[in-house]
């Protein structure tokens, strides 16, 4: 069946870039999603991109998608403590199901 | 986006009660999701909520433990019956955005039972 992966944790220097990596089995995934978790708060969704996207940048968020590996990262440039988080990795096919197929999760800290 | 009131926030709970958790959405939507987040893991989806039709139940999840109730396209509750120890988690709904452009979850309700 589909799955989504992550590596559990990454930390890293305020200041530096953050790297998080998701990979996935659907070869039909039509949207992919990061959502950030903060300890004792719901899901935010951070940023999207389609499947017919090789890029996206917003802000300091920037997202690469390697369909043919089925791929996904999030780049977070000039990480911040307040990025501190649980990243989830998500994705859906198109179609009047559009469960979200999610991974585990990663868990960035953020060291000054 | 959808703006989700999701109640309550918090409560802990004794062994074999009930817990039921609201749901309202400030637009009507057809469909609204319900998960699990058991610590220190990822999202599980219980059901899929519809409005005027019964929910769609994943997997490990039956509508005897999880009953949900879909009055209207705005609403939507979550009871979590008969509880134990194990259905320590938090949950949450969801509902998708405009043109599936991500989906938008309520705060979360994190259950503790005793």
């Known amino acids: 069946g589909e799955d989504v992966e992550q590596s559990l944790f990454l930390s890293v220097r305020e200041g530096d870039s953050s790297v998080i990596n998701c990979t996935y089995t659907?070869?039909?995934?039509?949207?992919l999603y990061w959502y950030k978790q903060e300890p004792g708060a719901g899901l935010q969704l951070l940023t999207y991109?389609?499947?017919n996207m090789d890029m996206k940048q917003d802000q300091r968020l920037t997202v690469l998608l390697n369909k043919k590996d089925k791929h996904l990262s999030l780049r977070i440039a000039d990480t911040q403590t307040g990025d501190s988080a649980i990243y989830f990795c998500?994705?859906?096919?198109?179609?009047?199901?559009?469960?979200?197929?999610w991974g585990l999760g990663t868990s960035l800290a953020v060291n000054p | 986006s959808a703006v989700i009131s999701q109640k309550p926030s918090r409560d802990i709970c004794q062994r074999g009660t009930s817990l039921t958790i609201q749901c309202q959405v400030d637009?009507?939507?057809?469909?609204m999701f319900w998960y699990r987040q058991q610590p220190g893991q990822s999202l599980t989806l219980i059901a899929t909520?519809?409005?005027?039709?019964?929910?769609?139940?994943e997997s490990g999840f039956v509508i005897d433990k999880f009953p949900i109730s879909r009055p209207n396209l705005t609403f939507s509750t979550l009871t979590v019956s008969n509880m134990s120890p194990e259905d320590s988690s938090i949950y949450l709904c969801?509902?998708?955005?405009?043109?599936?452009?991500?989906?938008?979850f309520g705060s979360g309700t994190r259950l503790t039972v005793v």
């Open positions: 909520a519809n409005q005027g039709s019964e929910a769609t139940y």
């Open positions: 637009s009507q939507v057809t469909m």
């Open positions: 998500a994705e859906t096919t198109a179609g009047n199901n559009r469960k979200l197929i």
């Open positions: 969801s509902v998708p955005g405009q043109g599936n452009y991500g989906y938008t």
């Open positions: 659907d070869s039909s995934s039509t949207y």
């Open positions: 991109i389609f499947s």
